[in-house]
T-cell receptor
Framework: GDSVTQMEGPVTLSEEACLTI???????????LFWYVQYPGEGLQLLLK?????DKGSNKGFEATYRKETTSFHLEKGSVQVSDSAVYFC?????????????FGQGTTLQVKP | GAGVSQSPSNKVTEKGKDVELRCDPI?????LYWYRQSLGQGLEFLIY????????KSGLPSDRFSAERTGGSVSTLTIQRTQQEDSAVYLC??????????FGQGTRLTVV
């Protein structure tokens, strides 16, 4: 079945460091890919998404590129801030429909220290 | 309200009791989803409602779990004869058709 694998955390970085959180997927067909973020005490929020191969999603300085050849959707940010501390989830959905029916990775906790 | 509202925010129940969890989606959203977030299993899809279509129940872990959505709006997730392994955070999300899903803050269920 479809699945998503994320790098395990926690990831601890100093402010202004570069961030990469790896995400790979297994799916039939052409899934849409997402990164969600869960800040402390808050609900899940969509961070960015990509719906087809080679698409790049971006938001708040974060980027991820849909790589079909490597079945990956790694999350990157050039300079993290303390306010980026949160749990990040990679997810996929089947095709362009049912974008709320998601298969999630295990989540990666990011801690950014001043 | 502006967002997805879930109640209660916390629920402690005794093993074997039934519980009901409520979700108020964003007004006008046609799709509603339930997920479970637990330490051992991560985030798991449970059930999906879209308009008047039959719900997709493919993620419900056992027949002790059921959900309904009345009038295309409010949804209730019911867990019968709760077990300790049901302890988790239950998340609800809604979307307008196939656009971005917005999540509530969840109900933390503890079965003692």
């Amino acid at each position: 079945g479809d699945s998503v694998t994320q790098m395990e955390g926690p990831v601890t970085l100093s402010e202004e460091a570069c961030l990469t959180i790896n995400c790979t997927y297994t799916a039939t067909g052409y899934p849409s890919l997402f990164w969600y973020v869960q800040y402390p005490g808050e609900g899940l929020q969509l961070l960015l998404k990509a719906t087809k191969a080679d698409d790049k999603g971006s938001n708040k300085g974060f980027e991820a590129t849909y790589r079909k050849e490597t079945t990956s959707f790694h999350l990157e940010k050039g300079s993290v801030q303390v306010s980026d501390s949160a749990v990040y989830f990679c997810a996929l959905s089947r095709g362009s429909s049912n974008t709320g029916k998601l298969i999630f990775g295990q989540g990666t906790t990011l801690q950014v220290k001043p | 309200g502006a967002g997805v509202s879930q109640s209660p925010s916390n629920k402690v129940t005794e093993k074997g009791k039934d519980v009901e969890l409520r979700c108020d989606p964003i007004s006008g959203h046609t799709a509603l989803y339930w997920y479970r977030q637990s330490l051992g299993q991560g985030l798991e899809f449970l059930i999906y409602f879209q308009g008047n279509s039959a719900p997709d129940k493919s993620g419900l872990p056992s027949d002790r779990f059921s959900a309904e959505r009345t009038g295309g709006s409010v949804s209730t997730l019911t867990i019968q004869r709760t077990q300790q392994e049901d302890s988790a955070v239950y998340l609800c999300a809604s979307s307008f058709r196939d656009t971005e899903a917005f999540f509530g803050q969840g109900t933390r269920l503890t079965v003692v």
